[in-house]
């Protein structure tokens, strides 16, 4: 009689157990997915780089300038602009709504890049 218990204790604590696992696997892999993503964009010889981007709803772009001379980021659609940055200066901005947004450098308007967001 104590052996059918034990089992059953046992039986019932690996069941348990396996659930409590499965909950865990599902809680990290949520926690993963809302995990606000980071990318960069580096301007460097007159130039964004990479000039396209794609990037999911809710990621942040951060810019830096690698150049020796300043360089601004502006949305041709007002959705944003940067001050004047420096060398190894940096400007950043949340994506939260799908869509394209153009950019260039108010200071060099031949440079140009796009930011797609999905």
């Not at 034990?6 to 039986?11: E, R």
């Not at 690996?14 to 980071?38: M, N, R, W, Y």
């Not at 300038?65 to 949340?94: C, M, Q, W």
């Amino acid at each position: 009689m104590r052996r059918s218990v034990s089992i059953a204790v046992l039986t019932v604590a690996v069941v348990i157990g396996v659930g409590t696992v499965d909950v865990s696997q599902k809680d990290l892999l949520a926690s993963a997915q809302q995990k606000p993503e980071t990318t960069e964009v580096k301007i460097d010889n007159f130039s964004f780089g990479p000039g396209t981007l794609t990037v999911p709803v809710g990621t942040t772009v951060t810019w830096t300038n690698r150049d020796d001379i300043p360089h601004t980021v502006v949305s041709t659609e007002g959705a944003f602009k940067s001050k004047v940055l420096d060398t190894d200066e940096k400007f950043a901005y949340t994506f939260s709504k799908a869509g394209t947004y153009p950019y260039f450098c108010s200071i060099h308007p031949k440079m140009t890049g796009k930011v797609i967001v999905q």
